[in-house]
């Protein structure tokens, strides 16, 4: 049984995603909440009272303070690369957002920079981590079902409706979109049931007035022959549904929200799947184990894989063609 002290952990930016990881860690026994940076006044004050932790100006200055082991890098996509290098610098661990960077140069050099420091870097929180997604992903390892030939993911999401979406939300330039808000969930899910290694992409963008993106649809060939599409319309044009199909040489497997049914032999097997606590407690998970000498699923280089395949999907739908990735990025974990 392992007694060490609770890890001490900060939160960089205290919007939206750092209100869901505080409260992640309220409900942890392995990690503590120490401080926060936030280079609003006003969220500083008041978050800092909500939260009961010391507010910091910015990232540096509250990994270089002493007073936390890990960060959780909750800022606007265009400043984690920054908020990541000012850890790596000062010897703390990172749980990066995604998308990890706006571009897959940032996303490189935000990599680079923690292996050289030598902390882990994992990229998250997202859909992939629920649990369900897991157990497909063993029976894809193990062969329960033979061998993987494609996978099937669609998600009618009300994205666009859940509050006024403004040209800056929308401009991926900054790591906003759709596509790198609410799609690297779903490509993060494919890439852990596929293998990982996107070699081929193709795509389009779903316009709507003005242009803005209502949603994707996209082709992945991988590097061991597994094919996906993914669809996603964000428009709330239809109630919210999530479904994921994948394809055996042996049978197949249906996710849905209770678990999965597994075919097989023209039987129907239910494999029913715990509620997933929330995405942001199973990063504490993955965190912990890593710094406890398990290699994580989701590092730097898996955050930078989900960032350049869906960078791969812009560059598809504007050029209407096929782009090679050639992502050497991944290595197969067991
Ligand atoms: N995993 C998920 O499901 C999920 C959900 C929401 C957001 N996100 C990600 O989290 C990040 C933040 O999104 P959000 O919706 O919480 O944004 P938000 O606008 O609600 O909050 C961002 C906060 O960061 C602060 N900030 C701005 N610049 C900063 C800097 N340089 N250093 C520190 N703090 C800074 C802002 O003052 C603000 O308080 C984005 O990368 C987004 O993609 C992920």
């Known amino acids: ?13 205290a919007g939206v995603a750092g209100a869901l990881m505080s409260r992640a860690v309220l409900r942890s026994n392995r990690f503590v909440l120490t401080g ?31 007073t936390v082991d890990v960060v959780y890098v909750a800022a606007p ?46 990229v998250g929180p997202t859909v992939s981590y629920d649990p369900r997604y897991r157990v497909l992903r063993q029976i894809v390892t193990d062969r329960r079902l033979g061998d ?16 006024t979406r403004t040209a800056h939300d929308l401009d991926a330039a900054v790591g906003n979109g759709l596509l790198l808000r609410q799609g690297a ?14 070699r081929a992409v193709s795509g389009a963008l779903h316009g709507g007035a003005g242009g803005a993106e ?15 599409n993914a669809y996603y319309d964000g428009s709330g044009a239809v ?23 597994l075919y097989s032999d023209g039987q129907l097997t239910d494999l029913p799947v715990d509620p997933a606590t929330s995405v942001w407690d199973q990063a504490l998970v993955e965190m912990d184990q890593t710094l406890d000498g398990r290699i994580p ?34 290595q197969e974990k067991s």
Request: glycine share 10%; hydrophobic share 45%.
């Open 1 to 13: 049984m392992r007694f060490h002290a609770p890890r001490r952990l900060g939160i960089v930016g």
């Open 239 to 261: 109630p919210e549904a999530d479904e994921l199909f994948a394809t055996f040489t042996g049978g197949g497997v249906r996710v849905h929200p209770g678990g999965l049914h």
């Open 185 to 198: 969930h779903q490509i993060d899910i494919v890439r852990l049931i596929c293998g990982g290694d996107v």
């Open 148 to 163: 993987l030939l494609s996978v099937q993911a669609t998600s009618f999401t009300d994205w666009h409706r859940r509050r």
């Open 297 to 330: 699923i989701h590092d730097g280089e898996w955050g930078l894989g989900t960032l350049a395949t869906c960078l791969a999907i812009y560059e598809a739908a504007a050029t209407h063609s096929i782009v090679f990735t050639h992502q050497s990025l991944y």
């Open 77 to 122: 996509t265009a400043h984690h690369l920054g908020a990541v290098s000012a850890a790596a610098a000062a010897g703390v661990h990172i749980i990066c957002e995604k998308p990890l960077a706006t571009t897959a140069a940032d996303a490189r050099e935000a990599v680079d920079c923690a292996r050289r420091a030598g902390v882990s870097l994992l």
């Open 36 to 66: 926060l940076a936030d280079p609003d006044p006003d969220v500083r004050n008041r978050v800092s009272a909500e939260w009961g932790c010391p507010a910091f100006i910015d990232a540096t200055e509250l990994v270089t303070s002493g």
């Open 214 to 228: 209502q949603g994707f649809s996209t082709q992945l060939s991988f590097a061991n022959g597994v094919q996906a």
